[in-house]
C-alpha cells in the first residue's frame, strides 16, 4: 500500500492545503494529515482546534486521516510507517527551506519527499497570510472552507477585544 504524509500546522486549514491534499490521496492509497501539535504562542488556534478543523475538512476523501504528532516528522513516520512526505511548492521561494528540510529528514530517516507544485489560483495563499488580512478586516472568504472562515473571523475578533483590555 503507498502511503504519504502531508505535514503542517495548518492555522488554519486553507484552500491551498486541501488541494494539495486532494491531488496525494489521488497519488497515494492513503494520506495521513499530520498536525503538528508542539507548543507555540504564536499559533492562533489551538492543536485541537486546528485538528477539529482539517478533520471536517477532510470528512469527504475516503482515505484521508487526519492526526496530531509532536517531536520530528520524521520519527512520527516510523511509528506510521510511511516513507514519503508530500508537500506543496508554491513559488521558487518555498524550494530552498524545502530542498534543505527534505534532505535532513531523508539524512534522518527512510524518507523521501514529493512536491506537488501549487494550483496557480492558490500560489499566494499562506495560513500566516490570510491571518494577517483577516486581522486587518480583509475579506478572506474564498479561500478558506466557510466553516473556517467564520471561527477565523469570530477568532481575530476576540483578539483584537483581548488587546483592548
Ligand atoms: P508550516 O508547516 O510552515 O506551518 P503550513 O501549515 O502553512 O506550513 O502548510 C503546510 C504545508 O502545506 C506546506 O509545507 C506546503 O507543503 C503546503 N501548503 C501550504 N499552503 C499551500 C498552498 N497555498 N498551496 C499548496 N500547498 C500549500
Do not use: W
Request: charged share 25%; hydrophobic share 45%.
Amino acid at each position: 500500500m503507498r502511503r504519504a504524509v502531508c505535514p503542517g500546522s495548518f492555522d488554519p486549514v486553507t484552500n491551498g492545503h486541501i488541494d494539495i491534499v486532494t491531488r496525494a490521496s489521488v497519488l497515494f492509497d492513503e494520506v495521513v494529515v499530520a498536525v503538528g501539535v508542539n507548543k507555540s504562542k504564536h499559533r492562533l488556534f489551538t492543536a485541537e482546534e486546528r485538528l477539529d478543523m482539517l478533520r471536517a475538512a477532510c470528512r469527504r476523501f475516503d482515505n484521508v486521516r487526519v492526526e496530531g504528532f509532536k517531536g520530528l516528522l520524521t520519527d512520527f513516520c516510523q511509528e506510521q510507517g510511511i516513507h514519503t512526505v508530500v508537500k506543496g511548492l508554491r513559488a521558487v521561494s518555498d524550494f530552498d527551506y524545502e530542498l534543505q528540510m527534505a534532505q535532513m529528514n531523508a539524512s534522518l530517516a527512510d524518507v523521501e519527499t514529493v512536491f506537488v507544485p501549487t494550483s496557480p489560483e492558490y500560489s499566494f495563499l499562506a495560513s500566516s497570510l490570510v491571518k494577517e488580512v483577516a486581522t486587518f478586516g480583509g475579506d478572506v472568504s474564498g479561500l478558506v472552507p466557510d466553516f473556517v472562515h467564520e471561527r477565523l473571523v469570530a477568532r481575530v475578533a476576540e483578539r483584537a477585544a483581548e488587546d483592548d483590555d
